[in-house]
């Protein structure tokens, strides 16, 4: 029964790709939007990076939804791991072998250093503040793996994803009352691929960054206290 339900759902599946495709002139912008994106892009945002002119200009709004939904992620895991770490038992950790103990304390501000390049810079090249935030975590991940002694600052790590969502949300509110539109680009847009460009694009990912970057580390964190 459980493979009859399979291959039903793979034809199914196949039978909307197949449908999609036909409907898809390949080589031909299907719609207007992603033509005007392409096209007016840099003239309108200061971006060079389309793909970033898109998720924090154009739909600026859907952006701060699925920080949102991560934040709720955070809130909903850290509070099913705290019922059940009331009842934990404490127990040795087996420390790291000396090449990833070793590894971790060279990698750790390299991984940290290359997150945050890359949210500053993702109105330039690809990534941003959702790629360079979870760069950024995994450094942490690194740290809890090689230094299993240490462990990051929680109220630090709160004031840092606090920080990073006001941020986010008081740009948006400016822009709204500048030019009746949440994340109005009220900065000026400066000159094309010099990082000092695209107007208030930067500091959304550099929020973004930072929101994305502390809340993963802190669900690593939750994580591994409770493994």
Same mark, same amino acid.
């Given at each position: 029964m459980r493979k009859l339900f399979v291959i039903l759902l793979l034809l199914i599946i196949a039978g909307g790709i197949t449908l999609s495709l036909k409907e898809i002139p390949f080589g031909i912008p299907k719609t207007k939007i992603g033509d005007h994106f392409i096209n007016k892009g840099v003239e309108e945002t200061g971006s060079? +990076?389309? %793909? $970033?002119?898109? %998720?924090?200009?154009?739909? *600026?709004?859907? !952006? #701060?939804? /699925?920080?949102?939904?991560?934040?709720?992620? $955070?809130?909903? #895991? *850290?509070? %099913?791991?705290? !019922?059940?770490?009331? +009842? =934990?038992v404490n127990r040795e950790v087996e420390a790291a072998s000396l090449i990833v103990y070793t590894g971790c304390r060279f990698l750790f501000p390299v991984i940290l250093l290359v997150g945050t390049y890359i949210f500053i810079h993702g109105h330039l090249t690809p990534g941003g503040g959702f790629q360079g935030g979870a760069i950024i975590a995994s450094a942490f991940l690194l740290m809890y793996l090689?230094? =299993? +002694?240490?462990?990051?600052? /929680?109220? @630090? =790590?709160? $004031?840092? /994803?606090?920080?990073?969502? @006001? $941020?986010?949300?008081?740009? *948006?509110?400016? *822009?709204?009352?500048?030019?009746?539109?949440? #994340?109005? +680009?009220? #900065?000026?847009k400066g000159e094309p691929a010099e990082l000092l460009s695209a107007g208030i694009i930067p500091i959304v990912y550099i929020a973004i960054g930072l929101k994305v970057g502390s809340e993963l580390a802190g669900i690593i964190d939750n994580l591994i206290q409770k493994s």
């Open positions: 060079v +990076n389309i %793909v $970033t002119s898109v %998720v924090v200009g154009y739909r *600026g709004f859907d !952006t #701060l939804g /699925e920080i949102t939904v991560l934040f709720a992620a $955070t809130i909903g #895991l *850290g509070a %099913v791991i705290g !019922t059940f770490r009331k +009842n =934990s090689g230094c =299993s +002694n240490k462990r990051i600052k /929680e109220n @630090l =790590s709160k $004031t840092v /994803e606090m920080i990073g969502g @006001l $941020t986010f949300i008081a740009v *948006g509110i400016i *822009g709204l009352a500048i030019g009746q539109d949440f #994340l109005f +680009n009220f #900065l000026p």
